[in-house]
């Protein structure tokens, strides 16, 4: 079991940066692939960033050229970093954990709100 804590959200003007984390604890959360996704108001959730337990990483054309995916395995901790953020961009954003070897993200955090104003 891997329980996942996000933090960082908050709201910031258009064209700022913002940087989510997510700290993961519970079973070696090093083993685990890790995924942002996000959800805005009204809309489905959709993936924006993956990276595996050995580093690779998938951007989705949600924030691609955006944002940064990156983990500290020491930390047991996975952060977003965004840029030129837009208020299209405000949503939910979720932290989101699979086994290795799986493809289902079966950990969920409970998100943190990012909201961009104009």
């Known amino acids: 079991q891997v329980q996942l804590v996000e933090s960082g959200g908050g709201l910031v003007q258009a064209g700022g940066s913002l940087r989510v984390s997510c700290e993961a604890s519970g079973r070696t959360s090093s083993s685990y692939g890790m995924a942002w996704y996000r959800q805005a108001p009204g809309k489905e959730r959709e993936l924006v960033a993956a990276?595996?337990?050995?580093?690779?990483?998938y951007y989705a054309d949600s924030l691609k050229g955006r944002c940064t995916i990156s983990r500290d395995n020491a930390k047991n901790t996975v952060y977003l970093q965004m840029n030129s953020l837009n208020p299209e961009d405000t949503a939910v954003y979720y932290c989101?954990?699979?086994?290795?070897?799986?493809?289902?993200?079966?950990?969920w955090g409970q998100g943190t709100q990012v909201t961009v104003s104009s």
């Open positions: 990276i595996s337990s050995g580093g690779s990483i």
């Open positions: 989101a954990a699979r086994r290795a070897g799986t493809i289902k993200y079966d950990y």
